[in-house]
């Protein structure tokens, strides 16, 4: 509808207002464009194809072998197929297949005839020692999937990161747009002033020096607004990197596009230092925790002896084959192999070298946690003193404001002269950047308590990341 009536006002000749910036326009563009957010999902695109890839560790495979001897005594050839299925909660595999052979074999190949209509066999192996928790195959998916999580906490934390940058430098180009009106409307002054000293020095009523002293003024007053000027045009171009059109390109926000104050600041959740003990890093650490604990399990199986049990079933079908007779009926056959290492010093240092890495990580997390900690009590104490240092600010900045609207009555009626009025004014001014930077300081304070908290929903990243 905006889009529709900025279109219609463009036909018509009609001049179109330009539709203020929000902060919540930002955040929304920066979460959904921002290259580094970007690249944390390539990433995370990355491990869901090595999770998928570990699954395929578990994927049906099936085998086909011809053989035959085109020469010699014997012509005798066989088909078979094995089909075979690894088992995902378990060690070992359960397989099926179909053989079928004609011609003759030398007795030494005897077990190669069937009969006319073929072999059916079915069976399993199973780990009853070692690879019966887990083996290679097993913890392979386990590790994708941490790396998937991984990947995930990085996203996260990219786009936390992102979100904090965009709400400084949406925050720095609205101060930096509120500092300009301030030193415009202190120009002003001054130049409404100097066309009334110029009438009053050719009626005579004033000397022509105050029109010279007035002029300094008004280059230092024009000084200061095209140092502010550079000043939001530079923080206009940090803001491009965080909004965004349609297709992600970055914006260079107009002038026109500033809003009249500040937003709010972020609110603060009430349960700060539960979140802050949720951020990604913590997170990520707990990943490689449970890696660790998995790689520990892993370790410990090489430790045990394997002992595996091979049950299978065949069972030939159609009239008796060159092999004879012996071949008909249900046959069944169990299997039992046992190996045992002597020594296990494979073993014994991959354990010790996990138990190391997991007390490390567990110092780690309990560094982070205590920074994480102290780092929001800083940020606590920040909020509360820049809540304090707006208030004074602002109190001051009424009373120079105040101060400076009397001494502008006092020079109208002759009580004071152009310097002191020129002080007063400009201490205003001052007085006015001062509130400004304190707001500006208030709200990034509370921008980095959400970030630190990962205040989802504050820094605009709900329900999508």
Do not use: C
């Amino acid at each position: 509808m905006r889009e529709l009536l900025a279109g219609l006002a463009l036909a018509l000749g009609l001049p179109v207002q330009a539709q203020t910036l929000t902060l919540a326009e930002v955040l929304d563009t920066s979460r959904r464009f921002a290259p580094q957010v970007q690249e944390a999902l390539a990433r995370l695109g990355v491990a869901a194809g090595r999770r998928l890839e570990a699954e395929g560790a578990f994927d049906t495979r099936v085998d086909v072998r011809v053989d035959a001897r085109p020469t010699g005594f014997y012509d005798g050839r066989q088909v078979s197929a094995l089909v075979t299925r690894p088992l995902a909660d378990r060690g070992g595999e359960v397989f099926a297949g179909y053989r079928v052979s004609g011609g003759t074999f030398p007795v030494y190949e005897d077990e190669s005839f069937t009969n006319r209509g073929g072999e059916l066999k079915a069976g399993a192996v199973l780990a009853l020692l070692r690879d019966r928790a887990i083996d290679e195959r097993r913890f392979g998916r386990i590790a994708a999937e941490n790396d998937f999580r991984l990947a995930e906490t990085d996203v996260l934390l990219a786009a936390i990161g992102v979100q904090r940058r965009a709400i400084g430098a949406y925050l720095e180009w609205v101060a930096a747009g509120q500092r300009l009106r301030v030193f415009r409307a202190l120009l002003a002054i001054a130049e409404e002033r100097q066309a009334g000293f110029k009438r009053q020095v050719a009626a005579g009523a004033r000397p022509a020096i105050i029109v010279t002293e007035n002029e300094q003024v008004i280059l230092r007053r024009r000084a200061l607004v095209v140092d502010a000027e550079r000043a939001l045009e530079a923080a206009a171009q940090r803001l491009s990197l965080f909004w965004r059109d349609a297709e992600g390109r970055p914006r260079v926000p107009g002038p026109d596009r500033l809003p009249a104050g500040f937003p709010p600041p972020l609110p603060l959740a009430p349960d700060g230092p539960a979140r802050a003990l949720g951020r990604p890093e913590l997170k990520a650490i707990e990943v490689r925790l449970d890696q660790a604990a998995q790689k520990l399990r892993l370790d410990e199986n090489l430790r045990r002896p394997r002992l595996d049990l091979k049950a299978e079933a065949s069972q030939d079908l159609g009239p008796v084959g060159l092999g004879g007779p012996s071949r008909t009926g249900f046959e069944t056959k169990v299997g039992l192999s046992f190996s045992l290492p002597l020594e296990r010093r494979v073993a014994e240092g991959r354990m010790a070298a996990t138990r190391a890495e997991i007390r490390a990580l567990g110092f780690r997390r309990q560094q982070l946690e205590e920074e994480i900690l102290a780092n929001l009590g800083a940020l606590d104490a920040d909020v509360r003193a820049t809540r304090a240092v707006r208030a004074l600010a602002e109190a001051e900045r009424e009373r120079a404001v105040a101060l400076a609207r009397a001494e502008q009555r006092r020079f109208r009626l002759g009580a004071s002269d152009l310097f002191l009025t020129t002080v007063r004014e400009e201490q205003a001014a001052d007085a006015e950047v001062r509130a400004i930077d304190a707001a500006l300081r208030q709200a990034l304070a509370h921008a980095d308590v959400a970030a630190a908290t990962a205040d989802l929903e504050a820094l605009g990243l709900e329900p999508e990341v």
